[in-house]
């Protein structure tokens, strides 16, 4: 079967550091996404993962452990604006990628 | 430049009705995808076509009909829709001579129907 695991919701201050973790189960890997997505709006690419190890860029970081089927994403100096949906999704082959559940992160001031 | 349009924004229609969504892109993806997402949940892939070919139908009822008239358009056809397809009608591209398969999502379209 294909799983994804994200926690529903989050909460963090402006200005602090979230990590937004994900675990997979998979039929098949080909690389780990992480999407933004506002309300009611198209999730937009934030980062990719294939091998394992973290992946910065600007304010994001993301982190890919194959063998634990893990990944997370993290967020540095939290800014109102990045309040939003934050999916985690696997490319399983093909034109396939099984999104999970989003995490709705709340950023208070 | 990542953008890819999705027309029209809203749609109310009645379950009688044919309508239909569209979606283009200038960024020269040859894969394009259709995915319906319900309040609080993850997209969920109905379509995919291939160099303007069908190579997905996730067993989509047949009121939804898609068609791809050529490598920048791909269109939605609805019709005799329920209640329950009511959601958020995401349209994205790819290129598929990458294997990173990185997808760019239009704004989609919100889909009411009464």
Not at chain 2, 38 to 60: H, Q
Not at chain 2, 94 to 110: C, E, H, M, V
């Amino acid at each position: 079967g294909q799983n994804i695991d994200q926690p529903t919701e989050m909460t963090a201050t402006e200005g602090a550091i979230v990590q937004i973790n994900c675990t997979y189960q998979t039929s098949g890997f080909n690389g780990l996404f992480w999407y933004q997505q506002h309300a009611g709006e198209a999730p937009t690419f934030l980062s990719y993962n294939v091998l394992d190890g973290l992946e910065e860029k600007g304010r994001f970081s993301s982190f890919l452990s194959r063998s634990k089927g893990y990944s997370y994403l993290l967020l540095k100096e939290l800014q109102m604006k990045d309040s939003a949906s934050y999916l985690c999704a696997v490319h399983t082959g093909g034109f396939k990628t099984i999104f999970g559940a989003g995490t709705r992160l709340f950023v208070k001031a | 430049d990542t953008e890819v349009t999705q027309t029209p924004k809203h749609l109310v229609m009645g379950m009688t009705n044919k309508k239909s969504l569209k979606c283009e892109q200038h960024m020269g993806h040859r894969a394009m995808y259709w995915y319906k997402q319900k309040a609080k949940k993850p997209p969920e892939l109905m379509f995919v076509y291939s160099y303007e070919k069908l190579s997905i139908n996730e067993s989509v009822p047949s009121r939804f009909s898609p068609e791809c008239p050529n490598s920048s358009l791909l269109n939605l056809h609805l019709h005799a829709l329920q209640p329950e397809d009511s959601a958020l009608y995401l349209c994205a591209s790819s290129d598929p001579s990458l294997a990173k398969n990185i997808q760019y999502f239009g704004a989609g379209t919100r889909l009411s129907v009464l």
